[in-house]
T-cell receptor, first 112, second 114 residues
Framework: GENVEQHPSTLSVQEGDSAVIKCTYSDSASNYFPWYKQELGKGPQLIIDIRSNVGEKKDQRIAVTLNKTAKHFSLHITETQPEDSAVYFC???????????FGSGTKLNVKP | DAGVIQSPRHEVTEMGQEVTLRCKPISGHNSLFWYRQTMMRGLELLIYFNNNVPIDDSGMPEDRFSAKMPNASFSTLKIQPSEPRDSAVYFCASIPGTGYEKLFFGSGTQLSVL
């Protein structure tokens, strides 16, 4: 099955700096890569996703990049704010297959 | 829309007891997922249902775990007997159906088995 590895496990940045979280996957059949944000005491929420036919996708301060050849994808958050502090999960799966494998999570702390 | 509703929010029980976690998916969603979250293993998919039918239960750790979905608006995850290593946060999630990939998660059940 698919194996998703995520790094780093914790990340601390100063407000206004950029944050980058990286993930690798093992199954070349995976073609859908979502990112979820989990705030304290809540369930994860989708913040951005990318399909394998696209190399990069942006939504305001967040962006995701995908390198299919190397089987890795990354989340980039620019101009970080304290409300970005949360646990972020990457995931990989096959579109329309309804089965996603999650990374182990990255706890992001944005210091004011 | 109330979102995915899970109960209880917290459950503390003793080893050997039966535990039942409950989930109400978003109305109209026809796929439901149970995930377990631990520090060591992150988010693991336990089982998922499509139109109330279990499609993939390969993530269910062992026979002590069972899940049912008797109708489109209700699902249970049961652990019998419970063990301390079952302590985790259990999430339920739903999606409208095939072709729609965004998972809507509930707030989770924090289970502690003493």
């Amino acid at each position: 099955g698919e194996n998703v590895e995520q790094h780093p496990s914790t990340l601390s940045v100063q407000e206004g700096d950029s944050a980058v979280i990286k993930c690798t996957y093992s199954d070349s059949a995976s073609n859908y890569f979502p990112w979820y944000k989990q705030e304290l005491g809540k369930g994860p929420q989708l913040i951005i996703d990318i399909r394998s036919n696209v190399g990069e996708k942006k939504d305001q301060r967040i962006a995701v990049t995908l390198n299919k050849t190397a089987k890795h994808f990354s989340l980039h958050i620019t101009e970080t704010q304290p409300e970005d502090s949360a646990v972020y999960f990457c995931a990989a799966g096959i579109y329309n297959f309804n089965k996603f494998y999650f990374g182990s999570g990255t706890k992001l702390n944005v210091k004011p | 829309d109330a979102g995915v509703i899970q109960s209880p929010r917290h459950e503390v029980t003793e080893m050997g007891q039966e535990v039942t976690l409950r989930c109400k998916p978003i109305s109209g969603h026809n796929s439901l997922f149970w995930y377990r979250q631990t520090m060591m293993r992150g988010l693991e998919l336990l089982i998922y249902f499509n139109n109330n039918v279990p499609i993939d239960d390969s993530g269910m750790p062992e026979d002590r775990f069972s899940a049912k979905m008797p109708n489109a608006s209700f699902s249970t995850l049961k652990i019998q007997p419970s063990e301390p290593r079952d302590s985790a946060v259990y999430f339920c999630a739903s999606i409208p159906g095939t072709g729609y990939e965004k998972l809507f998660f509930g707030s989770g059940t924090q289970l502690s088995v003493l």
